[in-house]
């Protein structure tokens, strides 16, 4: 199989912590490939996890296992999954973060009590979800870990709405650029808008533009840049400049983009 390990945490570089996870699964699994998605995650935000790991698991082949590690510590509330979806694995907490980036049902996911973990919650990462992905990289089936069952915490992610002048969004995501994701895909924007002239409206409206570019360097600097991004979903940046900042945007600020009759 494969033996691709990935990494999601809310650590820093600066710490032992990615290290000692890689070194646990390596000191049985030598030729493990490691890919870390990022380490830079908010601290305990595990919607974040779950925007940034969601947004490139189709990228990976089957086999990959995914380490998530925010808000991962398990306890009588919360406990570890191991699920199979899209032929890949994931290993983390039942917090929401999986709700998020598996739009069906997966393949199969097993459940392990937290409170069987209770004395390795302190480094749960290493003295469990490393211990579990050598299990896998074995060869062995994730079925006897624990119990399968089918209700993996959903979340689910707030969609946009058509109105009788268009589409009413949100951003969902900041990027570290200051860039605005927004939940307004590009088949709903076709779908809705079409060929018609359009304005988008930022910020109850104290911001707008009238177009969506292909590239950042369509603008001059700093003009508000609307583009849809590889993930296919609407992005308002300001090209040179951080749009979170200038424009007044965070997660929940409402996009407007109304139809021009």
Known sequence: MTKLVTLTTD???SDYYIGAVKA??????PDTIFVDISHNIEKF????AGFVL????DDFPEGTIHIIGVDSEPDSNTDIVVAIYHGQYFIGANNGTLGIIFAEE???????SGDSFAADSV????????EIAKFILSGKDIRQLGEERDDVLRYTAVQPQITERGILGSVIYIDSYGNAITNI????????????KF?????????KTDKICQSYKEVEIPEIVCIFNSINLLEVAMRGANAKNLLGLRPDSKIRIDIIK
């Open 185 to 196: 895909s590009r088949e709903t924007f076709y779908n809705v808008i079409g060929e018609n």
């Open 54 to 57: 969601g947004s490139l698991v």
């Open 11 to 13: 650590w820093s570089n």
């Open 123 to 130: 480094f749960v990462e290493k003295n469990v979800f490393a």
């Open 45 to 48: 935000n595990w919607q974040h």
């Open 24 to 29: 646990t699964i390596l000191s049985k699994h």
């Open 106 to 112: 997966p393949e199969a996911a097993v459940f392990i």
């Open 199 to 207: 304005e988008i409206l930022l910020n109850s409206n104290i911001h």
